[in-house]
């Protein structure tokens, strides 16, 4: 049996002012630039929609270190460059 600490498990809620939240391909929280970092996204259920300009993150077994908490906020914008369109 694997022992989870939800202790350490937590929910994020960002509003983003002037944007639509079905362009955000994914969030990123970090306590160090270069430490361990989660991602949040829709594909991984980790992401969810609340209203047009809001979104809440679980981070459910993160194992992110202690200290404050930054996160980067990665859209999915249309690029005629790729063949997809992003």
Request: aromatic content about 12%; proline content about 5%.
């Amino acid at each position: 049996m694997q022992y989870i600490h939800y202790h350490n498990d937590f929910s994020v809620t960002l509003t983003l002012e002037n944007m639509r939240v079905e362009l955000i391909d994914e969030v990123v929280f970090y306590t160090r630039p270069r430490g361990k970092s989660y991602s949040c996204a829709y594909c991984c259920n980790t992401l969810t929609k609340i209203n047009l300009d809001t979104v809440a993150c679980i981070l459910n077994g993160h194992s992110l270190e202690p200290g404050t908490l930054n996160y980067k906020v990665v859209f999915k914008l249309p690029d005629a460059s790729y063949p997809d369109g992003y």
